[in-house]
């Protein structure tokens, strides 16, 4: 009977801990999710980071192709910061991400605008389009780091 | 004089067992880059599969969102199984992903095909297409884990 109780406790604590859980199983499904989707974004965007910094060569039809990745990506991450998944698996997102929300949305609305932009940049074949539209995004991406993820 | 012909003879082999590197910095960025895609793909395969299973109710708009996320995410992989991953990182791939490397790239594009197939079954909004769009997609997914995969 004990035991029952202990085992009905420990199923309620993850229930409520894990409001999410209509879209992951575990929270740490939604943190491996977040990362994982992140991951690939700074995969592509580091290409696109390369060109502009020339260390690979631009190509046009490569920065587009990365772009449009890197944009259908930057959309996903954000359902799966969820309560209950800020302590979960190896995150390392700041306590911010949930105490101070409002402002952890408006980093992500800033950053997907400026991945829209990039996306846009890399349209026009010009290489010069692209520079500008990477620091932009990169600045975006620096500021939710600073603020939102530990070391 | 021995110290540099053994570190550049270290970088020759990094080189070397590295084709990739164009793409990717590191083996093992290759090796989660392409865990990472699969990884996302498979959460929203999944909400797929639990909607055809009556799991969680059916939703013709949640469906064909999850859906275009599948798709966009079963093209990504491929490119991170290059030469020199084979044994990087923390990866599952069995040796038949290069040793069999025709029959890993037609298990990837039959996956692609019924990824298709189940994108457009989304669009009709009849639960029973998506039941036979996420059965036939499911079987190439275990198909492809089955060979290609270790446990």
């Known amino acids: 009977m004990k035991k029952l109780i202990v085992m009905t406790a420990a199923w309620l604590l993850c229930s409520m801990t894990l409001p999410v859980?209509?879209?992951?199983?575990?929270?740490?499904?939604?943190?491996?999710?977040?990362?994982?989707?992140?991951?690939?974004?700074?995969?592509?965007?580091?290409?696109?980071?390369?060109?502009?910094?020339?260390?690979?060569?631009?190509?046009?039809?490569?920065?587009?192709?990365?772009?449009?990745?890197?944009?259908?990506?930057?959309?996903?991450?954000?359902?799966?910061?969820?309560?209950?998944?800020?302590?979960?698996?190896?995150?390392?997102?700041?306590?911010?991400?949930?105490?101070?929300?409002a402002k952890f949305k408006e980093a992500a609305d800033k950053m997907m605008a400026e991945v829209g932009k990039l996306n846009a940049a890399t349209k026009t074949g010009k290489l010069d389009d692209l520079k500008a539209a990477v620091g932009a995004t990169g600045g975006t991406c620096k500021n939710c780091h600073d603020n939102f993820r530990n070391k």
Not at 75 to 92: H, I
């Open 21 to 101: 859980s209509a879209q992951f199983a575990k929270a740490e499904d939604a943190v491996k999710y977040r990362q994982s989707a992140l991951f690939v974004m700074g995969q592509h965007f580091g290409r696109l980071a390369a060109m502009a910094q020339g260390k690979i060569p631009y190509d046009a039809k490569a920065a587009a192709d990365n772009a449009a990745v890197v944009e259908a990506m930057s959309k996903l991450p954000w359902a799966a910061f969820g309560e209950g998944t800020d302590m979960a698996g190896n995150t390392k997102a700041k306590p911010e991400v949930w105490s101070d929300n």
